[in-house]
């Protein structure tokens, strides 16, 4: 059994990463991703961690490192935050069109400018069509099982695709908190070695990434996306297996007292707990409402997001990125195409809030909650809101 | 199609016929020919190897009739030619 | 390089790591230097690609041209893939997952992957200390987007983007001296070679390889269809580079710096210039500024140099 | 669940004290969580550091406003920063200070109960540094009960290593020290 520690996220983000043995870790600095990144160095300085751990000098090379390295049959990992995913994102699409089963952990900051150290969503939606799969960390404990989880399926013969771990920058980043590390058995009892199905071999020599002429580029981005598809159950699977053999279960979509509520709250990442609080007190309140949390992101849990949604008579998605769209947030715009597709019509509004590291509150939500009933009630829908900011 | 779109036959651009690309077309005259191998390691196609009397033979799949090798030769044994006549 | 044995010329590797078949312009300047590369690294090497001529040639789905393996990622980042290739084999050789612990990682790039976009990976891995080859082909501008201008391009060049006119004499600016770059990194060996002097250029990729470390060379490679030469010309104008003292030939082996051959007789830069139509706009006061630079360079760099006994010998160089 | 504010200056250790009293606090089988003001502030700027202690699970993110407690590294922070800022009536201040209740109550005009402590003269006098970060939290331990002291130790020794032990004397002597008023 492991052991119930206390202990910054970002250390066990990457004690996580040690336990999976990874080969190659390629990485650049930059807050707030750096604390998992140090730590690793430390791993492989003090000799707890055999493995290559490259100082590239650009998160672009970070990237093309791990595709290289991926190429070549290792297992790798790299970590980063905004301006660093974008400078990265060029790349990111092309680990996911080799097939390249590389685990990244994104601490989620917002985009210049200004520039903004802070908390949000912008990197994530950024970088939302990649091709890789994407979970969302709600705390430190969800970090850590996501990371294990991430390298088991995205190394899966039947997935081989990316995979990143979201977690929110300081609020959880940085956050100091229990954590169950899991021991070395455990880790590989759930994560078998990694076995490359192709790779970059004088023995067996193959071309990797060639020129896909107008001829074949179409069947190449179909065969990727049935592949991404596919990914789908193993996810489920793989996290069914996991709460066998470590007692947690995840789900594509998590919901919190939802099953009755006439109102849903819907929520991604670590404000869902602070969710979690403010619907216990409108609860206590006799409001009728629930949480629903999108655990999966990337792909998107369509059929399961509509069984958490289709008893409701209202939604409230929160955003935690600007769409510039002229409408809806990217979160909202998800989810209302996902209930057009099924003919399910409740009355939604999207909030956009916490961004560039302003605080949600349990306060934030009530207001949520009660801007919502009273727009329904009005029946003049806005179609989205900035919460919590100064006119 | 392999994942990633991989190609796992190793050189199989070698099935490719490049030779008609070429409008002229060298053609060695051996009794001048000294072997140096000059038109072999100057062609761009891969286009010349060694018999076992140790000359050096085109193979025209290949050639694109850039005419380095019979401007190369520094016996003047190379001739470009028409392709056709 | 006390052990380094060059290639014999009688008796050079036949085997082709690139095959025929590829799409590369009739007389292409680049392929037949990549060409001499492959043959000099042989078959127990990974290769990565930029983004180029010379990626788009070899690697049209569903056919390569490689015998070896081989990735293309991006334009601007062959120096990281390598450097995570090289890496994995380091730790899995370690590990003992794999047992290969001879081969020899290449990078290639053309001069608007090495010089300008590419510039920022190059330097990292170099400053790292991967040990692996990294090839420039430099033929001077962006050809693989229609010959547009790079940093490589020469003073005076026309390319579509510094096209000469009432206000221009073409490219505006001195070529970038990477090689020189290469080697204020203080890798373990540098240097330029040109596919004329096929056997230089072997020994130099072999010597490359051989070094622990990482290794540059900077290869010159005429492009008939940007500089605008006729096919056959491509080795004559490769030739004429180094003959003018445009393209000197040396190596720089951990730190000193060695001419590969002394140009005793230096052919004048109009010889080597009228022979492309890239340079057909020049008037004679341009030339004679491309002369003038030409020669002080050329002067830089004996200063710089440990001399040869003897013009031509100094890497045993056979054929011309 | 308790929440506790740390006030220090940039480079004194308040975010250490803030970690050091979570991390003993999860020893203890209780849930905590500690986080610094995620601020750009540099060595010598006011900073401050959170705690929240609870005996179930945590669930929220967000900043602590109402703290039951601050903690206050350097006294010369009171002309600066309202230290009692979001407390309740029931708000206890631990201060590091020379000054009996009185005269903080005079000088700086504080509001809530007080525990003092002259942490300063304990942690030059026991570990030949004025730094404050660990003889503070002996101050909070014995103001608040939110845990044994002997909890603190393992922690201590963990991140101090060689210099485990004269931090930890300097948290107990806090702890014996630390007057705090009814």
Redesign the interface.
């Known amino acids: 059994m492991g052991k119930r520690v206390g202990m910054e996220v970002s250390i066990a983000a990457a004690e996580m990463v040690g336990l999976c043995d990874v080969d190659v870790i390629a990485a650049y600095p930059i807050t707030p991703q750096t604390h998992i990144v140090e730590h690793l160095s430390e791993l492989v300085a003090d000799g707890h961690l055999d493995a290559e751990f490259i100082p590239v000098e650009s998160e672009h090379s970070a990237m093309s490192t791990c595709v290289g390295a991926a190429a070549a049959g290792a297992r790798t990992f790299t970590s980063t935050s905004s301006q660093g995913y974008a400078l990265m994102a060029e790349i990111c699409y092309i680990a996911s069109?080799?097939?390249?089963p590389i685990v990244m952990a994104v601490v989620n900051r917002a985009l210049s400018a200004p520039i903004s150290i802070w908390n949000d969503h912008a990197d994530l939606m950024m970088s939302r069509d990649t091709g890789w799969i994407q979970t969302v960390a709600e705390n430190g404990q969800e970090v850590v099982d996501l990371l294990l989880h991430a390298f088991r399926v995205a190394e899966d013969h039947r997935v081989?695709l990316p995979a990143i771990v979201n977690l929110d920058g300081f609020t959880l980043s940085h956050m100091i908190e229990p954590v169950l590390l899991p021991d070395e058995d455990e880790v590989k009892r759930y994560l078998p070695p990694y076995r490359p199905?192709?790779r970059l071999d004088p023995e067996?020599?193959?071309?990797?990434?060639?020129v896909?002429m107008p001829e074949?580029y179409t069947?190449?981005k179909k065969?990727q996306d049935e592949a991404f598809k596919a990914s789908y159950p193993v996810i489920v699977e793989t996290w069914d297996e996991f709460a066998k053999v470590f007692g947690r279960r995840y789900r594509p979509v998590e919901t919190y007292k939802s099953e009755d509520a006439d109102v849903i709250i819907l929520t991604m990442g670590s404000t869902s707990e602070t969710a979690m609080t403010a619907v216990d007190k409108m609860r206590a309140e006799g409001k009728k409402v629930g949480l629903v949390r999108l655990r999966l992101w990337r792909p998107f849990p369509f059929d399961e997001l509509y069984q958490a949604l289709k008893g409701a008579g209202a939604v409230a998605v929160m955003d935690r990125a600007m769409g510039f769209s002229g409408g809806a947030g990217p979160v909202c715009t998800e989810v209302k195409a996902c209930l057009y597709d099924r003919a399910f019509y409740p009355y939604i509004q999207n909030y956009v809030a916490g961004l560039g590291g302003r605080d949600i509150t349990v306060e934030n939500f009530e207001e949520i909650h009660d801007k919502l009933v009273a727009s329904m009630k009005r029946g003049d829908p806005m179609g989205y809101e900035i919460i919590n900011v100064r006119e | 199609?392999?994942?990633?779109?991989?190609?796992?036959?190793?050189?199989?651009?070698?099935?490719?016929?490049?030779g008609d690309?070429r409008s002229m077309r060298p053609v060695t005259d051996f009794d001048l020919c000294i072997k140096c191998?000059?038109c072999y390691?100057?062609?761009?196609?891969?286009?010349y190897?060694?018999n076992e009397e140790g000359y050096y033979i085109a193979?025209y799949?290949?050639c694109?009739?850039?005419?380095?090798c019979?401007?190369?030769c520094p016996k003047d044994a190379i001739k470009?030619v028409q392709e056709g006549d | 390089m006390k052990d380094f044995n060059g290639f014999n010329?009688k008796k050079?590797p036949?085997g082709?790591p690139?095959?025929?078949?590829?799409?590369?312009c009739?007389?292409?300047?680049e392929?037949?230097a990549l060409?001499?590369v492959m043959k000099a690294l042989g078959s127990n090497v990974i290769v990565a690609s930029a983004t180029g001529c010379m990626e788009i040639v070899?690697?049209p789905?569903?056919?390569?041209?490689?015998?070896?393996p081989w990735i293309h990622v991006a334009f601007e980042n062959a120096a990281a893939v390598i450097s995570g290739v090289e890496s994995a084999y380091k730790v899995l050789n370690r590990k003992g997952r794999i047992h290969q612990p001879d081969v020899v990682f290449l990078a290639y790039a053309g001069d608007g992957g090495t010089a300008d976009i590419g510039l920022q990976a190059l330097s990292g891995a170099l400053e790292r200390g991967h040990n692996f080859v990294y090839v420039c082909l430099d033929n001077e501008a962006y050809m693989n987007t229609g010959i547009q201008r790079s940093s490589a391009t020469p003073y005076g060049a026309m390319t579509t983007t510094s096209p000469p006119g009432k206000k221009s004499i073409g490219q505006r600016t001195w070529k970038k001296n990477v090689a020189a770059i290469a080697a204020a990194h203080g890798i373990p060996y540098v240097a330029t070679a040109s596919?004329a002097y096929?056997l230089d250029l072997m020994n130099k990729v072999k010597k490359a390889a051989m070094v622990p470390g990482p290794a540059y060379l900077h290869i010159y490679s005429p492009c008939?269809t940007g500089w605008r030469y006729?096919?056959?010309?491509?080795?004559?104008v490769a030739r004429l580079a180094v003959q003018s003292k445009v393209f000197p030939l040396y190596e720089v082996i951990d730190g000193q710096w060695i001419l590969s051959r002394k140009i005793a007789k230096p052919k004048p830069v109009s010889e080597y210039l009228k022979l492309q139509r890239r340079f057909r706009h020049l008037t004679e006061t341009e030339i004679e500024r491309i002369q003038a630079r030409v020669d002080a360079e050329y002067e830089e760099l004996l200063k710089r140099c440990v001399t040869p006994e003897k013009e031509g010998k100094a890497s045993k160089e056979t054929?011309e | 669940m308790i929440e506790i504010r740390f006030h220090g200056r940039g480079g004194q250790g308040a975010v250490t004290s803030a970690e050091l009293t979570a991390l003993a606090a999860i020893e203890q089988g209780k849930f905590a969580q500690a986080f610094p003001s995620f601020g750009p502030e540099r060595r010598g700027a006011p900073v401050m550091a959170f705690v929240r202690v609870s005996d179930t699970q945590i669930r929220t993110r967000e900043k602590v406003y109402s703290p039951h407690i601050v903690v206050v590294l350097d006294s010369t922070l009171l002309q600066i920063v309202d230290v009692e800022a979001g407390t309740g009536d029931d708000g206890l201040v631990v201060l590091n200070t020379r000054m009996s209740a009185p005269e903080v109550r005079e000088q700086m005009g504080l509001k809530r109960r007080l525990a003092l402590v002259d942490a300063s003269t304990i942690a030059m006098e026991t570990m030949r540094v004025p730094i404050t970060n660990t003889t503070m939290l002996g101050a909070l331990v014995k103001a608040s009960g939110l845990m044994p002291i002997e909890a603190l130790r393992e922690p201590i020794r963990n991140r101090f290593g060689p210099i485990a032990e004269k931090n930890m004397a300097a948290c107990l002597r806090a702890f014996e020290e630390t007057i705090v008023e009814d």
Request: overall charge neutral; charged content about 20%.
């Open positions: 069109s080799l097939r390249l081989l199905r192709l067996k020599p193959m071309t990797f990434g060639p896909g074949v069947e190449v065969a | 199609m392999e994942l990633g779109c991989t190609l796992v036959e190793a050189g199989s651009a070698s099935k490719l016929k490049t690309w191998g000059q390691i100057f062609c761009p196609d891969m286009v190897s060694r193979n799949y290949y694109k009739g850039c005419g380095i019979a401007r190369e470009m | 010329p050079l036949e082709e690139l095959s025929p078949g590829h799409r590369a009739q007389g292409c300047g392929i037949l060409r001499q070899t690697s789905f569903p056919q390569t041209a490689w015998r070896v596919p096929a008939p006729p096919t056959d010309l491509t080795v004559e054929e």
